[in-house]
C-alpha cells in the first residue's frame, strides 16, 4: 500500500490513533495499570520507563523519581482512558495528555485498532 492509499484508509475508517502520557510514583503501579488498562482493552500496548520529575507542588519546590507510563489507543477512546486513569491513577492530580499519531505503518495501527474495543 503506497501513501495515498493509506491516507485513504485512515480518512475512510474515520481512525486516528494517539499516544497519552501520564507520571506514576513507581514500577509496580506503572505495571499495574497498564496491565489493567490493556486487559480492558482501552490501550492496545504501553511502554513505561523511569524517569527524574522536578516539579512545583503546593508551593514548594520538590524532586521525585516517577516512572513515564506511555499508551497506545484509537483517538476516540481518549475519554474513556482518562476517566479510568483518574479512577486507578493515585497522584491528586495526574499528568494525562494526548499525542495524536500523525503518521505510522498501516500494520502497526491496524493492530492498535485490534487491541482495543469498539
Not at 501520564?22 to 503501579?29: H, N, S, W, Y
Not at 516512572?67 to 499528568?95: D, F, G, S
Request: aromatic letters at 12%.
Amino acid at each position: 500500500m503506497d501513501f495515498f492509499e493509506y491516507l485513504n484508509f485512515l480518512m475512510e475508517n474515520k481512525l486516528k490513533f494517539i499516544m497519552i502520557y501520564t507520571t506514576l510514583p513507581d514500577k509496580a503501579i506503572t505495571k499495574k495499570i497498564a496491565k489493567k488498562l490493556v486487559d480492558e482493552k482501552l490501550i492496545a500496548c504501553a511502554n513505561f520507563f523511569p524517569v527524574e520529575s522536578v516539579y512545583r507542588w503546593e508551593k514548594k519546590l520538590c524532586e521525585d523519581k516517577e516512572h513515564v507510563l506511555i499508551m497506545k489507543t484509537r483517538k476516540e477512546l481518549y475519554k474513556k482512558v482518562e476517566i479510568r486513569l483518574k479512577e486507578i491513577h493515585p497522584y491528586e492530580i495526574p499528568a494525562i495528555v494526548s499525542y495524536e499519531i500523525k503518521e505510522g505503518s498501516k500494520n502497526y495501527l491496524s493492530w492498535i485498532k485490534e487491541g482495543t474495543k469498539d
